[in-house]
């Protein structure tokens, strides 16, 4: 693998893709740090270093954002409101026929549809840049009751507004970068610089359990790190074939189709997609309930058994939720009616079973089968970080698990085949040799 690497960087266009993507990455680490205009850059460093478990309403977005959500930086929203838009936008391709009918468009629909993720993605930013300003301006909210600093000094209206138009801006200005690396750097930006910032974090969470539970637990969760990177590899891969045979055609004078092929159908479609959607849902009646009397019963109960990631009951719920959201995705990302009429259109056909509603009803099929095992993998993985807060009490510091194991090894491996395929075609041994 280092053989491959030094090669890819002795090759000019490549070495300049790749490291115009590192400076990419730079950049967004040190916009990480920035301090947002009117924010008391001392007070919150101050916060953070007292903070006892932050607001769990916002730990998704902090993951996201690299650590910068806690640091009122200018990049504090990072990357969250371009993936909301975005799934968003996916989601109303099934409801609105004007975008089902712009994704069938090809090139020009989906650059349509790219233009309206980007509108979206401003008007979510500025709709979450205004509640996390109105948050900071207690921070007790954000940091936990040890945290009495006064972290915005200046609440006046100018400078509430300065706060949220810079906020914004950064994350306009992320989406572009992000873009500006798709086109001009190796890999899918948007989810490069998602895998930077989560992995950023990791060498502070592992130094902080070796810190706080000795050199022995530390060791164990590098050994359990190793071993779900493993199986997290494993399960990405996977995917079932389903074989498919085109009858040959005579078009003009010339003979067309009689090859094979295979429809691969992978064991994990939804991606990282459900456990987003799980904890999104969970959070919302924490939400509800921080806005209500604290001493109703409703919101004590909520308070013990959906917010707290070690009860019975949160543990349950979640991984009911990932179980459910992982068939809701894939069943309005994949239809099989239309891979059916497709392959019936083209002269294909699986062998032993018929062509039209058959084909159809076999791919639903498998893809039902083959869904179980992916969601059930999806809610093990993602109740890791619950079980070490049991096990280690580290819930905050623990790594490899949930969210950001499963979008670090998945972009990981998709930027390699990237790279491999590259240099594959001027002849060199990639990667994965």
């Not at 004078?253 to 991606?271: D, E, W």
Request: charged share 15%.
């Amino acid at each position: 693998m280092l053989t491959a690497l030094a090669r890819a960087f002795r090759t000019p266009d490549l070495r300049r893709k790749l490291l115009f993507t590192l400076g990419i990455i730079v950049l967004v680490r040190v916009g990480s740090f920035v301090p947002t205009p009117g924010v008391d850059y001392g007070a919150v460093q101050q916060c953070i270093a007292l903070a006892e478990s932050g607001n769990d309403l916002l730990g998704l977005v902090n993951l996201f954002s690299g650590g910068a959500l806690l640091q009122l930086s200018i990049f504090a929203l990072g990357i969250m409101p371009y993936i909301t838009a975005s799934i968003i936008i996916q989601l109303l391709t099934v409801v609105i026929p004007r975008f089902e009918a712009l994704k069938k468009e090809g090139q020009q629909g989906t650059t349509k549809l790219t233009q309206y993720t980007r509108y979206l993605t401003i008007a979510l930013a500025i709709l979450q840049s205004t509640t996390y300003v109105t948050i900071a301006r207690d921070p007790s909210r954000l940091f936990g009751t040890a945290c009495n600093a006064e972290v915005v000094p200046d609440q006046s209206i100018p400078a509430i507004v300065l706060m949220v138009m810079t906020m914004t801006a950064g994350t306009g200005l992320i989406m572009w970068l992000g873009e500006l690396v798709t086109e001009r750097g190796v890999g899918n930006g948007m989810s490069l610089l998602i895998f930077t910032q989560i992995a950023a974090g990791f060498p502070t969470s592992l130094w902080a359990i070796q810190r706080e539970r000795g050199t022995l637990t530390f060791l164990a969760v590098l050994l359990m790190g190793l071993v779900v990177v493993a199986a997290v590899v494993a399960v990405e891969q996977s995917q079932r074939r389903v074989p498919v045979q085109y009858a040959k055609r005579m078009i003009g004078r010339r003979m067309f189709g009689g090859s094979s092929t295979y429809i691969p159908l992978k064991v994990n479609m939804a991606g990282v997609i459900p456990v987003i959607f799980a904890s999104s849902l969970l959070y919302l009646p924490a939400l509800v309930g921080q806005f209500s009397d604290q001493n109703a019963g409703w919101v004590v109960w909520i308070n013990e058994h959906l917010v707290t990631g070690d009860h019975p009951i949160y543990m349950i719920t979640y991984f009911l939720l990932i179980i459910f959201f992982a068939y809701f995705y894939v069943a309005i990302t994949f239809n099989p009616d239309e891979v059916a009429e497709n392959m019936r259109k083209y002269g294909g056909f699986i062998p032993g079973v018929r062509a039209g509603r058959p084909t159809a009803e076999y791919l639903d099929y498998i893809l039902t089968r083959i869904t179980l095992p992916g969601s059930l993998y999806l809610g093990l993985v993602s109740l890791l970080p619950l079980i070490a807060l049991v096990a280690f009490n580290a819930n905050s510091n623990f790594p490899f698990g949930g969210t950001s194991i499963l979008i670090i090894v998945g972009v990981g491996l998709e930027t390699v085949k990237q790279i491999e395929s590259q240099l594959q075609q001027r002849n060199y041994e990639g990667f994965l040799r």
